[in-house]
Structure formats: structure tokens, C-alpha cells
């Protein structure tokens, strides 16, 4: 599980803090407004295209023009330029875009109430501002996308000496305080959604190590004498935690931790290419849509020539189909 923590200080700064103590905070704030920057054009971009195929594709409920006789039937079938198509390929990519927004963020919201429904039975007493729950495995971790909330364990206060534990206690409550949860929530949303852009998914990475090493940081501005703690907390969990293969001492951090910068550097370049090709699509909407000349009809074949009552009432019943099967999958039976 992804730590994210709350710190109960104030959250001033010692006026000895310096801008190279703080370059993982800083970094980390740079790839979250960049990546919500990003995901925010983007879903612009596809809602401007919709719009586009709305204004260029003409629905009738009668049959038009274009017929072809099949078997002694004759069928309708839409008619449109090549402006036309290119607008509905557009338009059915945000689609896929908006669905898979909407989605993940009901996944998300689901997995966070599931995840509190579980920790709730198990929660024992409070350590300040931290929850202990009963679980023998070595954990101490920040959830709750709206208000996150510290959590340790009681294998974790069973192994951990009292600095180690409140070395993590400080990190867990940077996490809470910077509501590093919904970041990290909402960055994984966009990087599904917008999956044809990889500069999301280097800047979700990015911002899954730096707010760890942020909240590192923190905790060592709090207390100089945390590093080694938290050094000393790692490992102790590590060594605990041998035969969970999620749980492992990160390389990049133990760096960070010993005075070395952070490794990840900015994709600028991947920024400005999806800047470009997000500019693309919506230029591309823009002037073909000026050509653009469709016309489709809701009148089926074999049942009437004139507007099929029937067919448009179970519009609104096939979008609920749909949503009640997204819900399932979002919600799906326990």
C-alpha cells in the first residue's frame, strides 16, 4: 500500500531550511500541476471535439435519402464527407477518454470507502493523531481521499523504537497534511483516461517517488536526528516484511536519504509533444468541422418508415444499462 501521511505541525518551515532541502517538494508540486494542467486540456480538447460532432452530424428520426434495397428491404445508412468521419473518429476517442475518467474515478472512490470499511472494525485506539489497528504485519500508512487519516499498526509499534516510530509518524502526517491520497488518486485517473499520452504516466511515477521523498523531507526538517530513523524504520520494516513482496526498501529514496538529489528529472519534451498533438486534435476538430456534413437516421429498418417511437424511448433505458454496468464493475459484489 502507497504510504501518504498528515503532519501535525503548524507546517512552518525552520528558517534553516533551504531551497536544496527542499527540491523534492518542489519537484513533487511542479508534476502535480503540470500532470492536472495536462489531464485538464485534455479532457477540454475532447469535450470541444463532441461539441464539434454535435454541430456537424444532422440525426434524424425519419428515414433520409440514402437507402439500399436488401432482400426486398430497404435500409437507411448515414452519409457523411470525409470531414464528417473525421470528427466521429475524434469524437468516439473522447469518448473513450471521458469513459475511462469516469470510471476510474469511480474506482477510486470505491476502493477508498472499501479500504475505510475495513480499517474501521479494526481500529483499537488512537496514538495522537494516528489510528493503531490490529494487524501483526509492520505498516504505517496515510488514507481517505477527503480526509485522510495516519494509520499504524501493531506489528509496526511492536518492532519500531520510539524515534523510528515517530520518524514515520512525521512522514505518515506530511502525507495527510498535503492530502497526498486524492493527488495520487486523481494522477492515476488522468494517466488511465488519457493513456495515449506518456507524459502522464511519467508524471504519475514521478509524483508517486517524490511524495514519498517530500515527506522524507519533511520529517528530517522537523528533526534532523529523523534520518537515520527513518533509515532505521525501513529497514527494520523491510527485514519484517520478507515474505511480502510489496513491501521493499526503494533504491531512490535510501539515496535521498543520504544527501543524494532526487534522480527523477522533468519531462519537458513529453510535456510539449502532448501539448502539441492535444493542440492537433482540437486544430484538426476545428477547420474540418467547417466541411464537416453528416446525417444518420433513428428510424430502424423492418418496423416503419416514420420516427420510431418505440426506439427513441429506449434510449434513455439503454444509458441506464450502461451505467448500472459500469456500477457493477465499479462496485462489484463482495
Known sequence: MQSQP???????????????????????????????????????????????????????????????????????????NTAAVIVLILAA???????????????????????????????????????????DRPHAFCAGLLRPRVYV?????????????EAVLAHERHHARRRDPLRLATSRVLTRAMFFLPALDELDRGQQALAEMSADES???????????????MLTFSDASEADDSVGIDPARVDYLLGE?????????????????????????????????GTATLAPPFLSAQPCVVVLATIPAAVGLVAVLLLRRAWPAR
Open 261 to 293: 538529489p532526487p534522480r527523477w528529472r522533468f519531462p519537458a519534451m513529453l510535456c510539449l509533444a502532448a501539448i502539441g498533438l492535444l493542440a492537433l486534435v482540437v486544430t484538426t476538430a476545428v477547420l474540418v468541422g467547417r466541411e464537416a456534413a
Open 153 to 165: 499498526t501493531s506489528g509496526a509499534l511492536a518492532i519500531l523504537d520510539e524515534s523510528a516510530l
Open 93 to 135: 476517442l473522447g469518448a473513450v477518454v471521458t469513459a475511462r475518467a469516469g470510471l476510474g474515478a469511480a474506482k477510486e472512490g470505491t476502493g477508498a470507502r472499501r479500504l475505510h470499511r475495513r480499517l474501521a472494525p479494526a481500529t483499537r485506539r488512537d496514538l495522537g493523531d494516528a489510528l493503531v489497528i490490529d494487524d
Open 6 to 80: 498528515l503532519d501535525s505541525s503548524t507546517g512552518d518551515r525552520p528558517a534553516s531550511a533551504t531551497p536544496a532541502r527542499r527540491s523534492a517538494a518542489i519537484a513533487a508540486g511542479r508534476a502535480a500541476r503540470s500532470q492536472a494542467l495536462l489531464g485538464l486540456l485534455g479532457l477540454a480538447s475532447f469535450g470541444l471535439v463532441l461539441l464539434r460532432l454535435v454541430e456537424t452530424w444532422r440525426v434524424s428520426p425519419q428515414r433520409v435519402s440514402h437507402q439500399v434495397a436488401i432482400l426486398g428491404q430497404t435500409l437507411t445508412y448515414p452519409a457523411a
Open 219 to 233: 520529517a528530517i526538517e522537523a528533526d534532523p536526528d529523523n534520518r537515520s530513523a527513518l533509515a532505521r524504520a
